[in-house]
């Protein structure tokens, strides 16, 4: 099994992680509300390994779960004794560095609230829930209109400090890339953008994450951040020199652990023809070339997945589709209340406060 590098498990949490509270009604006790919390991460179930390895890494606490279709596999800790024990620790240690941190420690201090069971307090649920409302920027979570709890008051979190002018560590950069980075090469086309094959490494985030993308880009030395139209960003590196030189080096030493791998197996090949054939148009390429560039291409991302139940499937860069539907909508903004997402076996409530 791959031992994972503490480094790389902050980076795959930072892009695919949530940390979860869940405040639902629950008639057998005398509040009528019940609280949990969850860490949890969620992937396409070729990485399944991954899974295993985190729990591994975790002490072997918590469960790996699967969808009930087995598209998904998840690993998820549930105990407040062993998230205060072995989660927190952990993160304490490697902190996150994306936006999600304040999340974090919204969560931790959920946590330690739970782990003495002061939620169980007036005082104490209180407490929990100016956290949970910090995150639900309407307070659409349905417990907020309940007469009780309509007026509380989000806690602040520009209270909390998040250590900028960090040097990310590698394997975090490879954590990251693991779960939200890409590798892909584009064929040419006449009356598309690209007149010959392009190749571009890129990562793709929200807005919010721009100065981790712009650290990222720093760390390795090579690529730019775009700013998109629709509240995201994107650190791109498309020079076949610094993607020979500097990209694809980087991932042979600090490794992506999940299934992209092969992906970036593919994509270092096509660069070896592309950076030989630099600077000729696209009539010089041989014959030769041009196929294993082809091969390459059906070898990868969506291409990767091809059987035909998967084919619908959105997103194959490794992370699951519901998860990325989650991001998507918290991005936005979008409550998600009491939804069930088809196929996805996931009964997707207002527990998911603490966006991913
Ligand atoms: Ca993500």
Redesign the pocket.
Same mark, same amino acid.
């Given at each position: 099994m791959t031992k994972l590098n503490p480094w790389w498990v902050t980076g795959y949490t930072d892009?695919?992680g949530c940390f979860l509270l869940n405040i639902f009604k629950n008639k057998n006790v005398a509040r009528g509300y019940s609280a949990k919390l969850i860490y949890q991460i969620t992937a396409h179930h070729s990485d399944h390994d991954i899974m295993h390895a985190l729990k591994a890494f975790f002490n072997n606490v918590g469960h790996i779960e699967y969808t009930s279709d087995n598209k998904y596999v998840s690993y998820r800790v549930y105990s407040n004794k062993d998230i205060v024990q072995t989660i927190l620790p952990h993160f304490e240690s490697y902190p996150l560095h994306s936006a999600k941190y304040i999340y974090f420690v919204l969560w931790s201090k959920s946590a330690h609230l739970m782990f003495e069971k002061l939620h169980l307090t007036d005082r104490g649920f209180i407490e929990l829930l100016t956290y949970k409302a910090s995150f639900t920027k309407k307070l659409d979570a349905e417990i907020f209109n309940n007469k009780f709890y309509s007026d509380i008051v989000p806690f602040n979190v520009n209270n909390i400090l998040k250590n900028s002018n960090v040097t990310l560590d590698p394997n975090y950069i490879a954590g990251f890339t693991g779960?939200?980075g890409s590798f892909s090469i584009t064929k040419p086309s006449l009356v598309g953008r690209w007149p010959n094959y392009d190749a571009n490494f890129r990562i793709h #985030?929200n807005i919010r994450d721009k100065e981790l993308l712009k650290s990222m880009r720093d760390q390795l030395g090579c690529g730019k951040v775009h700013i998109l139209k629709d509240g995201m960003c994107n650190l791109s590196v498309r020079n076949k020199c610094e993607l020979t030189d500097i990209i694809i080096p980087f991932f042979d030493k600090y490794q992506l652990n999940v299934q992209k791998k092969l992906d970036f197996l593919q994509f270092k090949k096509a660069l070896l023809i592309l950076r030989k054939n630099l600077g000729k148009g696209l009539s010089n390429l041989s014959l030769e070339d041009r196929q294993i560039l082809d091969l390459c291409i059906s070898k990868m991302n969506r291409n990767r997945y091809s059987c035909k139940n998967e084919k619908k499937r959105d997103y194959a860069d490794g992370?699951a589709f519901w998860? #990325?539907i989650l991001?998507m909508r918290f991005d936005s903004s979008i409550s998600l209340k009491n939804k069930r997402y088809k196929g996805h076996g996931i009964y997707m409530n207002e527990v998911y406060i603490f966006r991913?």
């Open positions: 892009a695919e779960a939200d #985030q992370s998860l #990325q991001n991913a």
